[in-house]
């Protein structure tokens, strides 16, 4: 049996998805992915009833049955060719009819055989990528993965096949959604400057390159997640925690456009910068970016001690802003309408100010999107939570009934601004007066933790007072220890040696950062128009005497000359592992929105001094906050 007559093919696959290095190509900043990289997969469904598959070393294998078309310039259409071998990287096909064979010097050859719909046609030939269209989320690429919709072609003058691949791979990360329990349910990708992503395309013969043709069809691919995909994120590359999605090979001039669905039916859309090169075989990791769900536009409201209701806004909106920044953009179902909307809302907490009798508001109501909470009247703080029909809470708002004002503030360093005149949750500016002293936070969190307004003054060490029994509290681990379980639970304080936040990522900037990058987040505690303040507001406070500290638990510190003073008071704080509170009133602690091990994150009074401590507070005990206005 002569060769010419029935061609034996040795077919080895040359390019397998992971196994490739990537620079650095589009506008969200890929990272290269590491040698054996093992990616969890997204795939077609079949456009073949044969498939290759991948080892348990990760290399591509031919799988018994697998069939290729062969062709040529003198046999356009082609003829099919099969192979028995199994498992194996090189494998030995015979022709599917031993009348049908081709027989130029030049051949080229497609996988699988079906994908070939069009043959050589000048330089030119057509495959059908039309598979590439609806995607499945699947298990990671391991042995027997299918992945028989990516096609790939080869071209030889001899019996030896080497096959490339025609695709190549996106690999979108998405963190933070873990953290507020949504599950995506699909991602659609399109091409921003209308390449056909899907479909019959063209493939140069030579180089086995795809034409991106430009068209009003098959611009976009779907990756189906099923009931919902909940990816667990570690940064870790050699563990991708993202979606894959399958493309042809090319640069792609204006990048794309994702469009992320979750199970709730909300829509979130994000855009590459710029241009976007797929390239074939190789998988590309994308900047991994947050997506954050919140509720309106601030988390505190303020009134004053007058009968009113509260209008407030519990729109859904969303973010992929690594700053967690309002970015205003509604969650919307496939119709354009609002989607996501609470249903209903409650009380979580509420406590009248020392002194005072009553409730601070009456129940509260979901009108559209719109919360209602009626105010008698009564000083003090209340937190009111939106929730889904069932009751899961999915975000709280701190209201804050107070005469509170602003003052101006000027220091060299940090030049004018505008600080309120007391403490978040204060409801006086008397020295001595415990209504003065505010409520308790989390660094990070948005939710206030009341304050026992009862306790005094402790006789001596260890310094201990009771906390308010308004406060819940849980150890911090890896399953209550999330942003999820904080917007849950907004009256649980997370006991923890250090961090409350036990997830890694992004904690570092929930409060807006270091000075010179300083915003207001989505988790910020302050009313509209104000933030957590950063060091430069309180650098040049300076100390004024021990005297004064004693007899007013706390000092009235000069904020615009001496003309202008403002009073902070020896607040203590709450213990980081513990339920007490720590230093009342002998030691004041107040937090500044700097995250991380290194950066400055609280303003610290006593009868000794008053300055940036340059100690590193544990983000999980309880301090004070101090808003200044945002514009500065």
Not at 307 to 314: G, R, Y
């Amino acid at each position: 049996m002569k060769t010419h007559h029935i061609i034996v093919i040795a077919a080895t696959i040359c390019a397998s998805f992971g196994c490739s290095r990537h620079e650095e190509e589009d506008g969200l900043r890929p990272q290269q992915p590491d040698t054996d990289l093992s990616v969890r997969s997204v795939v077609a469904a079949p456009i073949a009833e044969t498939r290759t598959a991948l080892d348990n070393q990760r290399n591509v294998v031919w799988k018994s049955g697998d069939r290729i078309q062969v062709f040529s310039a003198g046999n356009p259409s082609g003829a099919s060719y099969v192979t028995a071998s199994d498992n194996t990287r090189t494998g030995i096909f015979n022709p599917v009819e031993s009348s049908k064979t081709v027989t130029d010097a030049q051949r080229y050859a497609v996988y699988p055989a079906e994908a070939l719909t069009k043959g050589l046609s000048g330089d030119t030939f057509e495959i059908d990528l039309s598979a590439l269209a609806g995607q499945s989320y699947a298990s990671a690429l391991g042995a027997g993965s299918d992945i028989a919709a990516l096609p790939m072609v080869a071209a030889t003058n001899d019996n030896t096949f080497e096959f490339k691949n025609v695709c190549g791979g996106l690999l979108l990360r998405v963190n933070d959604y873990q953290a507020l329990g949504i599950k995506i349910a699909r991602i659609e990708a399109t091409a921003r400057g209308g390449e056909q992503i899907a479909g019959k395309i063209s493939v140069e013969a030579a180089t086995g390159t795809p034409q991106l043709n430009q068209g009003t069809t098959g611009t976009s691919v779907t990756v189906d997640c099923g009931s919902g995909a909940n990816i667990s994120s570690n940064g870790d590359l050699s563990k991708p925690d993202g979606f894959l999605i399958f493309l042809p090979a090319g640069t792609y001039a204006q990048g794309f456009s994702f469009r992320i669905t979750d199970t709730d039916g909300c829509r979130y859309e994000i855009e590459t910068a710029q241009a976007v090169t797929v390239t074939a075989g190789v998988v590309t990791p994308l900047q991994s970016l947050p997506l954050t769900r919140y509720y309106g536009t601030a988390n505190c409201y303020r009134a004053d001690a007058s009968a009113q209701t509260l209008s407030i806004d519990a729109t859904p909106y969303y973010t992929f802003s690594r700053n967690y920044v309002h970015e205003g953009i509604r969650c919307t179902d496939a119709s354009g309408a609002p989607a996501g909307v609470p249903a209903k809302a409650q009380i979580v907490w509420q406590q009248p100010e020392n002194g005072a009798s009553g409730s601070v508001i009456d129940a509260p109501a979901m009108e559209g999107a719109t919360l209602k909470v009626p105010v008698t009247g009564t000083k003090g703080n209340a937190v009111v939570a939106v929730c889904k029909a069932d009751g899961t809470i999915l975000w709280s708002y701190h209201i804050w009934v107070s005469e509170a004002q602003d003052i101006a503030c000027r220091f060299e360093e940090a030049g004018a601004y505008t600080m309120l005149d007391r403490n978040l949750g204060a409801t006086s500016t008397t020295p001595k007066d415990r209504n003065a002293y505010g409520l308790f936070y989390q660094w990070g969190r948005k939710d206030p933790f009341a304050r026992n307004l009862t306790a005094t003054r402790p006789g001596g060490k260890p310094y201990e007072s009771a906390s308010s029994d308004l406060m819940k509290t849980e150890d911090a681990t890896e399953a209550t220890g999330t942003i999820a379980y904080a917007t849950r639970n907004p009256q649980t304080r997370l006991l923890a040696a250090k961090e409350w936040y036990v997830g890694a990522g992004g904690n570092d900037l929930l409060w807006g950062g270091t000075k010179e990058g300083s915003v207001k987040t989505v988790y910020d505690p302050c009313p509209a128009g104000y933030r957590v303040p950063d060091a430069r507001h309180f650098a040049e406070m300076k100390f004024t005497s021990k005297a004064e500290c004693d007899a007013n638990y706390g000092m009235l510190l000069a904020v615009n000359g001496e003309d202008t003073k403002s009073y902070f008071p020896t607040t203590g704080y709450l213990e980081a592992n513990k339920n007490i509170t720590m230093y009342l009133e002998y030691r004041g602690y107040m937090w500044l929105n700097a995250g991380g091990t290194t950066a400055h994150n609280r303003f610290y009074v006593n009868n000794t001094s008053a300055n940036i401590d340059k100690t590193i507070e544990t983000h999980a005990k309880g301090m004070a906050v101090r808003c200044v206005k945002t514009e500065q």
